[in-house]
């Protein structure tokens, strides 16, 4: 099993420019998470997905972010214009089952977000 | 509302002394508590969770933590730490019924020779 993955691991962008974010979840997971961390604020959940729907999107800091799943293989989270303070770690995380005890989440290894 | 609260943002301990790492969660509903390791440059893994039934709980790498309700506390222990367990711990909780898992800052364990 090769876990979540998330690619770029690094992005380095200026200001203002367009950024994606993509996340493949563990195959037969059907809850998918992203998460920002930074110092100062530590680990943030932005959004959630159950079966590919977005449940909470709470989390999600303006509407410059935004995320979507097409499919229950593959999401993307977006921000548009990006600006420096979302410089940060955006992790996906996946889940085999939405809530309940057993909702282990299963965390890929990340993408550094740098905005110049 | 939920929260958890990590009390020591850095522990430094020597190798093979024992170590505890404090986590304190507040809720008014039955949670779920885990915690999770972070290595440098890597996502988060499961350590251990709780659920219910016997307060200790054993993990993964020789972890267990205590889930004491009266104190509302769920801490982490290793009695013998390596080097290689440098890496930061989060506490989190998951409300019973609940999707939102809540963690706490983090505590950077430092392990040295």
């Known amino acids: 099993d090769a876990g979540v993955i998330q690619s770029p691991r690094h992005e380095v962008t200026e200001m203002g420019q367009e950024v994606t974010l993509r996340c493949k979840p563990i195959s037969g997971h059907n809850s998918l998470f992203w998460y920002r961390q930074t110092m100062m604020r530590g680990l943030e959940l932005l959004i959630y997905?159950?079966?590919?729907?977005?449940?909470?999107d709470s989390g999600m800091p303006e509407d410059r972010f935004s995320a979507k799943m097409p499919n229950a293989s593959f999401s993307t989270l977006k921000i548009q214009p990006s600006e420096p303070r979302d410089s940060a770690v955006y992790f996906c995380?996946?889940?085999?089952?939405?809530?309940?005890?057993?909702?282990?989440?299963?965390f890929g290894p990340g993408t550094r977000l740098t905005v110049l | 509302a939920q929260s958890v609260t990590q009390l020591d943002s850095q522990v430094p301990v020597f190798e093979e002394a024992p170590v505890e790492l404090r986590c304190n969660y507040s809720s008014s509903v039955s949670v779920y508590l885990f915690w999770y390791v972070q290595y440098p440059n890597q996502g988060l893994q499961l350590l251990l969770k709780y659920l219910s039934g016997s307060t200790l709980v054993k993990g993964i790498n020789g972890f267990e933590a205590e889930f004491n309700k009266s104190q509302t506390s769920f801490h982490l222990r290793k009695p013998s730490v390596h080097i290689s367990d440098t890496a930061e711990y989060f506490c989190?909780?998951?409300?019973?019924?609940?999707?939102?898992?809540?963690f706490g800052a983090g505590t950077r364990l430092f392990v040295k020779a």
């Open positions: 995380a996946s889940s085999s089952v939405a809530g309940g005890p057993n909702n282990e989440q299963f």
């Open positions: 989190a909780l998951l409300r019973a019924g609940g999707f939102k898992t809540i």
């Open positions: 997905f159950n079966n590919n729907v977005p449940i909470d």
